[in-house]
């Protein structure tokens, strides 16, 4: 056994995460190919792939960007094969275009679009929705509801798929993805795969023909058909055993839930003790409703309390099922996020849904003293350390934007940086000196430069910048400069090139010299491509700051076109430096200056790096040498020279 | 002195282009920079009270607390400050021979202390191109480079800070009438630090009726020229109502009331033409292009004078009646101008807790100066 989740052992329980539940049940599914962009929570399901994929006989890819990842999985279900694409929400919009038009041209091999939402936006810019796509795409939704579930639904999927002949898409939460629970394995099926891509036939013939998606004006000869697969699937949906009625026959109140949510539903109504008086419809196909199994469940009480998170898609689309069939079901309270009970943004919890609970059904449940409260508030406040997001300790992110900040400052103009997605996100906030002025989606922020340098003629004077990492540069940056070359757009594109995919685990990205699966890869130049496209490309090493802001500001007052500067420099997690320090540091206290003029704590105060502490007593800052990675930045920036680093021999 | 720090500092002066970027603030900290002849605050520093504050030439300038502390008087009103003696001066013999406005005066003696070491380094402003630059010159050939004027505010101050750090501890100035007034400020010892001793060995003022904002300067240029083709820029004296741009193939010639706009708001508030808080002030000589108008202030001053002349670095001629009277004429139109600019601004003698004062004198003084 090369990894847990490829265990042949039919029978045999395992503690597994969400996601390699997911896996697990692809891998009974015998599915052959898997492609994903990294995104939490999404990321250890293309991971545990790579780590099977020899043994299994899968192909396995993390792709330029998501759209890319689901066009890479939906060829090799043209050609005949099982596959995946993964991703989290935010790269649903990204492959979205595609999405559309394969949802309408179909699929051959079973095919999942298996997206891992971040309710609460824990690991997010936003907590925006996917389940949603399915509506607007017309193609099946699934939600498990458990981790034994994740597997099993996830190979269920599958055969679902290739009933229908379309993608189906399965939706993960932070909570399922990342929690871990027992799951029984299944068997798993041999690895012989023979993929072959057939076209011959006629034009829209779903077995033989071009896989096209083209209805011109004749909507009925594609649109039709697919809207046919849908109401298939709701016609299997009626039947599917993983949508479960738990409670008495004719319950007081009668939960909709699914998802995460289930466990939240559960554990609220152990805690109040109100098995007797609630039953719980759990939905795994939640888009499209299975009608009549939702009507059967609606008939059993008066009062329903649908329980989701983020936006009320369950509960609108059951209510329009309960106005069909009013007439039969009769006339019903809701209660959910509409009536205020479940909030619309942020992700639930068993607390919030025992408050809806007390509230719709008149319990007084109380689990701690309100003076209990008080007082851990209390206590918190005075006992735990108040901290702010920052980079880690040696990140090269930290130097970055020091110098940018202070490019900007001493440039005089009023000059801005446009963010984008990545550790560098947090250049939003104190940690990263409040240097990043807009912040979208993937390579938004050059985009929006391209933007701004263009507003020249209405009066514009700000210099105008943009920062992005260089897997964020292939993923989508790279049209946006190409925009602002073609139309000479003076702006600054700041490429954080930290070596890797850093914020979500160092995955490799096509300027990797390695693929996921440990094979040797084509490694892209981003410099020789800036260059190719006509840009004045720079390089400089960030934790060279006097270089590096003296280029900024070079480049900054030169006028013409599109200008890059990389700046490189590998995470200090990345696997070439973590652990390894170029540097000791440390504190000459004699003559540190401190809180006195002069300093007034720069190092701890501003800087900020979680290596420097300052020690209260001697009113000195200290190297904290655990967690200090050996940059040396901190050096570079003290003023009375207390700070002082030793190259590590 | 009343003694705040750089949030006033940026409240009272940066933001009220009051500042001129003489460079006072620079380098006692990591805070203040100067770019481009503009200076900027990276980040913001708690502390109530700082040297910034304390050394900046434009917010809470207690003139009677100087003069006192150089002169042992209060501010008098002699449009030219307190001297011992003003006399005509060129370089003398030994003095090497640079590219001089006027008679070489200010290197002859600069080049004086420094071979004599009455200074172990000179404060000067060298250029990069259009751009002043301070340095620390250490050695004699380094102080001919810095001669001539550069006409644009200059952080020279920047450059003594640093040298301060680095352990100098007995350093000539060049430095302009702000510049200058800042160093007096210093070397009171404004926040009482334990450590300070007088950095100064020699602070030569040279006279200024206004510097151009730098960055002004470089866009009015290089919208007119390629700066890279520059090799000098002078001003000739009166009539000629010019200033002349040197390059390899030309001279050319821009009418100085163009020019004149280019001069920030900061100067308009300045009542110091002759860098009255000096040992020695320097200036051109109306009507003689070979020589240097020379005010000596303070016994050290004296000394180095007297010495640099007998040692042939220095000559010394007596000075026209008729031009003192024309300097002190000009020097007073200066003085009046900038304080009835300053109090129509009620920024002269505020009293405390009611606004930023930039600067506090005896209400005799004041009376005599508004002519009243």
């Known amino acids: ?649 | 002195m009343q003694r705040f720090g750089s949030r006033e500092l940026v409240e009272n002066v940066i933001r009220q282009n009051l500042c001129i970027g003489c460079g006072a603030c620079n380098n006692l900290c990591p805070y203040f920079k100067s770019y481009n002849g503009k200076t900027t605050m990276l980040f913001p520093c708690t502390l109530p009270e700082g040297r910034c504050f304390a050394y900046c030439p434009k917010t809470e300038v207690d003139l009677d607390e100087l003069s006192a502390a150089l002169f042992h008087k209060p501010y008098g009103d002699d449009p030219l400050g307190y001297y011992r003696s003003i006399m005509m001066s060129r370089a003398g013999a030994r003095a090497g021979h640079g590219l001089f406005q006027a008679g070489g005066t200010v290197s002859a003696l600069m080049q004086f202390a420094l071979e004599k070491r009455h200074i172990d380094g000179a404060i000067l402003t060298d250029r990069k191109g259009i751009e002043p630059t301070p340095i620390l010159a250490t050695e004699s050939k380094d102080i001919l480079k810095c001669a001539s004027s550069k006409y644009t505010a200059a952080p020279t101050l920047a450059a003594l800070n640093r040298a301060i750090k680095e352990g100098f501890g007995n350093l000539g100035i060049v430095s302009t009438p702000c510049q200058t007034l800042a160093v007096a400020q210093m070397r009171l010892n404004p926040l009482q630090e334990n450590t300070f001793r007088d950095p100064t060995g020699l602070v030569i003022g040279i006279f200024c009726t206004w510097a151009l904002d730098f960055q002004a300067f470089k866009v009015f240029l290089s919208q007119r020229i390629d700066l890279a083709e520059i090799r000098k820029i002078d001003i000739p004296p009166p009539p000629a109502e010019v200033m002349e741009v040197f390059t390899d193939c030309a001279t050319i010639e821009y009418p100085l009331s163009e020019i004149r706009q280019l001069v920030p708001e900061a100067c308009s508030y300045c009542i110091d033409m002759t860098a009255e808080f000096s040992d020695i002030s320097v200036g051109v000589m109306e009507g003689r292009t070979d020589m240097n108008t020379l005010i000596t202030r303070t016994d050290r001053g004296q000394r180095i004078v007297d010495e640099a002349v007998s040692a042939g670095y220095l000559v010394l001629t007596d000075l026209p009646d008729e031009n003192l009277e024309h300097l002190k004429w000009a020097a007073d139109n200066k003085k009046k101008r900038a304080f009835a600019k300053a109090e129509e601004k009620a920024i002269v003698n505020t009293p405390a807790g009611t606004g930023p004062s930039y600067l506090r004198i005896n209400h005799a003084t004041l009376k005599k100066i508004r002519g009243e």
Not at chain 1, 74 to 100: E, H, I, P, T, W
Not at chain 1, 155 to 180: C, G, P, Q, Y
Not at chain 1, 613 to 639: H, N, Y
């Open chain 1, 1 to 649: 056994m090369s990894y847990l989740i490829d265990d042949n052992r039919e029978g045999i329980q395992h503690l597994l995460m969400g996601n390699e539940a997911i896996v697990r049940g692809a891998l009974e599914a015998g599915i052959n190919v898997a492609a994903g962009y990294p995104g939490t929570p999404s990321s250890e399901i293309i991971e545990a792939f790579s780590k099977i994929a020899r043994d299994r006989n899968i192909y396995a890819e993390w792709s330029t960007n998501e759209k890319v990842a689901m066009e890479v999985a939906a060829a090799a279900s043209f050609a005949g094969l099982r596959s995946l694409c993964v991703m989290k929400q935010n790269g649903v919009n990204v492959a979205s275009d595609f999405l559309l038009h394969l949802a309408s041209s179909g699929t051959r091999g079973g095919m999942l679009l298996v997206t891992c939402d971040d309710p609460g936006a824990l690991s997010s810019v936003n907590e925006g929705e996917s389940r949603l796509f399915a509506k607007l795409v017309e193609i099946p939704l699934l939600e498990p509801g458990d981790f034994q579930e994740a597997k099993d639904l996830t190979k269920w999927a599958f055969d679902l798929s290739e009933k229908i002949r379309n993608l189906v898409m399965i939706r993960s939460v932070t909570r399922m993805s990342h929690a871990s629970g027992n799951v029984k394995f299944g068997s798993l099926p041999d690895t012989n795969a023979h993929a072959e891509y057939r076209f011959d036939g006629p034009l829209l013939d779903m077995e033989t023909g071009p896989m096209i998606s083209m209805i011109v004006a004749a909507p009925e000869l594609q649109h039709g058909p697919q809207q046919e697969k849908l109401k298939k699937a709701a016609q299997l949906f009626e039947d599917c055993p993983f949508n479960t009625y738990n409670g008495p026959e004719s319950p007081e109140l009668l939960i909709i839930t699914s998802s995460a949510c289930t466990l939240y539903v559960r554990e609220a109504v152990n805690l109040l003790n109100i098995e007797d008086r609630v039953g719980i419809l759990k939905l795994a196909t939640t888009w499209p409703l299975p009608p009549n199994l939702i009507k059967r469940n609606l008939m059993r009480s008066k009062a329903v309390f649908v329980v989701e998170e983020v936006l009320p898609t369950l509960e609108e689309n059951i209510k329009i099922l309960a106005a069909e069939t009013a007439l039969e079901t009769g006339i019903k309270t809701f209660y959910g996020k509409h009536s205020g009970h479940i909030p619309s943004a942020g992700e639930l919890n068993p607390d919030i849904v025992i408050s809806a609970l007390t509230k719709i059904l008149h319990i007084d449940y109380r689990p701690v003293e309100p003076s209990f409260e008080q007082k851990t508030a209390k206590m918190a406040a005075t006992m735990a350390p108040t901290r702010e997001m920052t980079f880690c300790p040696g990140c090269p992110h930290r130097a970055s934007f020091w110098s940018i900040h202070n490019a900007i400052a001493l440039d005089g103009r009023n000059g801005f940086v446009c963010g984008d997605i990545g550790c560098y996100v947090m250049g939003t906030l104190p940690g990263g000196y409040s240097t990043v002025k807009t912040l979208h989606s993937m390579g938004s922020g050059s985009g929006l430069a391209s933007g701004f340098g263009k507003l020249k003629q209405f009066g514009i004077e700000q210099p105008v910048l943009a920062v992005c990492g260089d897997s964020t540069f292939f993923h989508a940056a790279m049209p946006a400069l190409t925009n602002a070359i073609h139309h000479k757009s003076p702006f600054t594109l700041i490429l954080l090139d930290n070596s890797g995919t850093a914020m979500t685990g160092f995955q490799p990205h096509p300027g990797s010299p390695f693929d996921v699966m440990g094979n040797t890869a084509e490694a892209l130049d981003i410099e020789a491509i800036c260059r190719a496209m006509g840009g004045r490309v720079e390089i400089a090493d960030p934790f060279n700051l006097t270089e590096t802001r003296e280029m900024l500001n070079y480049l900054m007052e030169y006028k013409d076109g599109a200008k890059v500067l990389i700046l490189r420099q590998a995470c200090a997690l990345s696997p070439e430096r973590r652990g390894k320090k170029k540097f000791d540091v440390s504190v000459d206290e004699s003559i540190c200056i401190g809180e006195n003029c002069g300093c007034d704590r720069l190092c701890t105060r501003i800087f900020g790096c979680p290596g420097i502490t300052w020690d209260t007593e001697k009113k000195v800052s200290r190297i904290d040498t655990i967690i200090c990675a050996g940059c040396g930045v901190c050096a570079d920036i003290c003023p009375a020279g207390a700070i002082q680093k030793k190259e590590v021999a």
